[in-house]
């Protein structure tokens, strides 16, 4: 059951040398804070129709460096954008908060509580951007300049959010997305564009590329979630294969990893399961907080 919440204020932390935005809610009630950080392309905002069901907590959505409304160029190491989240924390106060991640967003919390210790007090990491470790051996670049990740040939400008809605809407894997999910995507989704006419996306083709670019660029984390001394849950998808971007990407040892690790496996769920049913993701949420 969801409760309607007032609009987030947006704040703007400053944080290695870029303004992070924050999506904030803040609460009456006396529930520990949430704190969201998405998957990469997409933006804080695709949280609202799980946020909205959590009335009593204060909740934080992260437009994570590149994203939103958080304007930054492209990625080479994703422990900036824990550095990011974690200088977010510093300036806001929070502690003891359950931190809930998706993809990406959830690989960055959980080398935040590994280098930033009471800051979140349990972890919910859905399908977490986490390898095995021989993905992260050397070896050759996964994408290069003249071989880019295919999302630089995203369809980047857009005259309406309604028009990207509609482009959208029957594609795979957006065809699978709640609709609240789906129309906050787009409708967050969007900055005015450079040229003065239109929109195009707050994700440029060529940030998203590079993240993926650099998906092995913090090979540590798997030595980081060994120090992650809080209770972790990794929800995991089916796993297909990882050239899908509905295929679970998380090592399926992960939970063993952690000190205080539990497994959740959903076959019956993709990598988008927190878009696809933002209920069922809350309800996970609720029962982890307990």
């Known amino acids: 059951m969801s409760t309607l919440r007032p609009a987030p204020v947006t704040h703007l932390y400053p944080a290695n040398g870029i303004d992070l935005a924050v999506h904030e809610w803040p609460s009456s009630g006396s529930g520990v804070p949430l704190v969201f950080a998405h998957a990469t392309g997409f933006h804080g905002r695709v949280f609202d129709a799980i946020i909205e069901r959590f ?4 909740a934080y959505a992260i ?15 994703w ?24 993809s990406m967003g959830a690989h960055t919390l959980l080398q935040v509580a590994a280098d930033k210790p009471g800051r979140f007090s349990r972890l919910v990491l859905f399908d977490p951007v986490i390898l095995a470790p021989e993905f992260y ?28 809605i509609e482009r959208f809407a029957s594609r795979d894997p957006y065809n699978l997305f709640d609709a609240k999910v789906f129309a906050d995507y787009c409708r967050h989704g969007l ?3 450079r040229s003065g006419e239109g929109l195009e996306l707050a ?8 993240v993926y670019a650099s998906s092995r660029s913090n090979g540590a984390v ?11 849950l990794v929800v995991r998808a089916q796993m297909t294969d990882l050239n899908d ?26 990598h988008f399961h927190p878009f696809q049913d933002p209920a069922d993701a809350a309800r996970i949420i609720g029962e982890w907080i307990g």
Not at 55 to 58: E, K, T
Not at 203 to 210: F, I, N, R, T, Y
């Open 55 to 58: 009335p009593d907590h204060p």
């Open 137 to 164: 051996a050397p070896g050759q670049p996964l994408y290069t300049a003249e071989n880019p990740h295919p999302a630089i040939r995203r369809k980047r400008d857009f005259p309406s959010a309604e028009a990207m």
């Open 245 to 270: 971007f509905k295929s679970s990407p998380t090592w399926p040892e992960l939970a063993n990893v952690l000190p205080k690790g539990t497994d959740l496996y959903r076959p019956d769920m993709t």
């Open 79 to 102: 422990r900036l954008v824990s550095s990011d989240v974690a200088e977010f924390l510093a300036q806001s106060g929070i502690s003891g908060a359950v931190g809930i991640g998706h």
């Open 222 to 232: 798997l030595e980081a979630a060994k120090r992650v001394d809080i209770p972790v």
């Open 63 to 77: 437009d994570l460096r590149g994203h939103g409304q958080s304007r930054a160029g492209p990625i080479d190491d």
């Open 203 to 210: 994700c440029a083709p060529e940030v998203e590329a590079s």
């Open 191 to 193: 900055v005015p564009a």
